[in-house]
Antibody
């Protein structure tokens, strides 16, 4: 099992960005994929989760309306996107896959994508 | 939203000593509690799930206990590779929530 994330992004406030997480080594449509934020020097925050099989998506209230989570099952890839970035979106973003138990504890993680927003 | 509170924020320990990390939930999460380890520049790693089940390959010096609202991660005899930040996470309710972390330092 591998989750490989896209590379670092440097953007200006107000710009859009879409980062990706490609799964391999397992049935991509059979497992949820979550996104987790880690701001500089801070802890982990769960943002939301998607089931690529039917695109069922759930967001943390803190991130609802701020980001969009999507997936393209034809290429085994999940996405996290912003339409208008703020400086406060500067963070490391991880994707993670829960084990197959039906409960959301995450045994596989991507390597992380650094998003930097600065004028 | 269930708030997860970890204590202490920082724990200073000498190699070979034991450590007990606490995680408290604002309401019961049953046994649906996981612990993760994160080292600088790395993604988190799942250590313990279902409060007390060790992930595959985890050394026996790591153990988890608790249920309801009070949980503990115990590391008996810390090794150099154990100095890291540890997070708890509840998966009993939406939204999923993490604790703020405990940094275990030398």
């Amino acid at each position: 099992v591998q989750l490989v994330q896209s590379g670092a992004e440097v953007k200006k406030p107000g710009e859009s960005v879409k980062i990706s997480c490609k799964g391999s080594g397992y049935s991509f449509t059979g497992y949820w994929i979550a996104w987790v934020r880690q701001m500089p020097g801070k802890g982990l925050e769960w943002m939301g989760i998607i089931y690529p099989g039917d695109s069922d998506t759930r967001y943390s209230p803190s991130f609802q309306g701020q980001v969009t989570i999507s997936a393209d099952k034809s290429i085994n890839t999940a996405y996290l996107q912003w339409s208008s970035l703020k400086a406060s979106d500067t963070a490391m973003y991880y994707c993670a896959r829960p084990d197959g138990s039906g409960w959301f504890k995450f045994d596989y993680w991507g390597q992380g994508t650094q998003v930097t927003v600065s004028s | 939203e269930i708030v997860m509170t970890q204590s202490p924020a920082t724990l200073s320990v000498s190699p070979g000593e034991g450590a007990a990390l606490s995680c408290r939930a604002s309401q019961s999460v049953g046994a649906n509690l996981a612990w993760y380890q994160q080292k600088p520049g790395q993604a988190p790693r799942l250590l313990i799930y279902d409060s007390s089940t060790r992930a595959t390959g985890l050394p026996g010096r790591f153990s988890g206990s608790g249920s309801g609202t009070e949980f503990t991660l115990t590391i008996s005899s810390l090794q150099s590779e154990d100095f890291a930040v540890y997070y708890c996470q509840q998966y009993n309710n939406w939204p999923l929530t993490f604790g703020g972390g405990t940094k275990v330092e030398i």
